[in-house]
């Protein structure tokens, strides 16, 4: 079963960085409440994730831990990663505090890489050893994976009937159905960071695109020319003839209200909104091929000069608790990071013949960095 399969069986059932974070539970503060412990969470991301620690993981983790608490900061779609890059470059250097105990982001394999973040010990998080190998190495030395999502192809059935199946095959339909696609542009958002790196990569040699996942390999970004060439030869054919919408709920939105018929998707925003109601029964998902749109597993990590250090990892393990993986899947249709046969039957059976955890990984976080910036140079209003 494919990750189509998963979609469709779900379906049914900084601090410091005044004005570009929004605060959602606490104070912030390094000891909070007199006796209590605090456990800061930084979010670089959307806001369904943000959901996810301020409704449920965050409580779940007050309430079977009685004097801990944990304060939710939320840099919305990460708009500012360099400047909370920079704040923990600090914060290491000078051997203080960053402000934060748990960063979940893109950039933590970046921060891994820099020797920002605690290393990871699989001996203090027990739950590694039930991850595969290359997921956990993927995170850095200090990256801890703790969900998986991936990229897929909506669609409304209302009008399209039968989706393309390869990535050829949705060029065509593109240019055949003017005004009925669009992506969010890459910065503002993932699944239209996945679509703009789906059509570079029909372009880049398999060796360089492995050297350019893993590390930061400016020399070899020309190989993406043709691909950007390509994608604004799509500008007459996208939505009002070049509209990019400004985040992944953007675009979801359009799909919903009917204005356009296909577009890229993360799988779990679109499994929450077929479940919640919000896109409604007669929009689809499907995965493309030859290539296939990315996907992978989302990581925290632990600043180096935390003072909150050993609380941080009594949060991490509670995370990666069958319960709260449980959760993951529920609240935002995610993909576990440990095995599905831990979970709770229920839920595993939604699992029961996919293999979430193999996922066409993206750029690495610099590379995606320069790709955002080249698409907004070189593609639209061209």
């Known amino acids: 079963m494919s990750v189509v399969g998963v979609v469709a069986s779900i379906a049914v059932a900084t601090a410091g960085l005044a004005g570009c974070a929004q605060k959602s539970t606490g104070s912030g503060s390094t000891g909070g409440d007199s006796g209590t412990k605090t456990v800061r969470v930084f979010l670089s991301g959307d806001t369904n994730v943000q959901t996810l620690w301020q409704k449920d993981l965050a409580p779940a983790f007050e309430k079977a831990n009685p004097g801990y608490k944990v304060d939710v900061t939320l840099d919305l ?179 919903a209200h009917g204005q356009i018929s296909m577009a890229p998707v993360w799988s779990d925003q679109f499994t929450t909104g077929v479940a919640n109601g919000s896109i409604p029964a007669t929009v689809k998902a499907a995965q493309i091929s030859d290539p296939s749109f990315t996907g992978g597993a989302a990581y925290l990590g632990i600043p180096a000069n935390t003072p909150n250090g050993d609380a941080a990892l009594k949060l991490v393990n509670f995370v990666l608790e069958p319960a709260q993986q449980a959760s993951i899947v529920k609240d935002i249709s995610g993909y576990p990071a440990i095995s599905s046969d831990k979970l709770p039957a229920e839920v595993a059976a939604k699992f029961a013949n996919a293999d979430t955890r193999n996922l066409r990984k993206g750029y690495y976080d610099q590379m995606g960095k320069d790709l955002n910036k080249l698409w907004d140079e070189k593609v639209p209003g061209k």
């Open 77 to 255: 779609h990460g708009e500012h990663d360099a400047q909370t890059m920079a704040k923990l470059a600090s914060s290491v250097a000078q051997k203080k505090d960053p402000g934060f105990d748990i960063v979940d982001g893109g950039f933590v394999a970046k921060a891994s890489a820099a020797n920002l973040l605690q290393p990871v010990d699989a001996s203090k998080i027990s739950a590694l050893s039930d991850i595969p190998a290359d997921v956990v190495k993927a995170g850095g030395t200090g990256g801890i994976p703790y969900r998986g999502s991936s990229v897929l192809l909506a669609y409304d059935t209302k009008t399209v009937p039968a989706p393309p199946k390869t990535l050829d095959d949705l060029l065509a339909w593109i240019k055949a159905n003017p005004g009925k696609f669009t992506y969010n542009s890459p910065k503002s958002g993932g699944s239209g960071g996945a679509f703009v790196a789906t059509v570079l990569d029909k372009y880049v040699p398999a060796d360089a695109r492995e050297k350019m996942t893993v590390g930061y390999e400016k020399d070899l970004e020309s190989t993406w020319d043709k691909g950007f060439a390509e994608l604004k030869s799509l500008n007459p054919y996208v939505y009002q003839k070049g509209v990019y919408p400004n985040g992944n709920q953007q675009t979801l939105d359009l799909l």
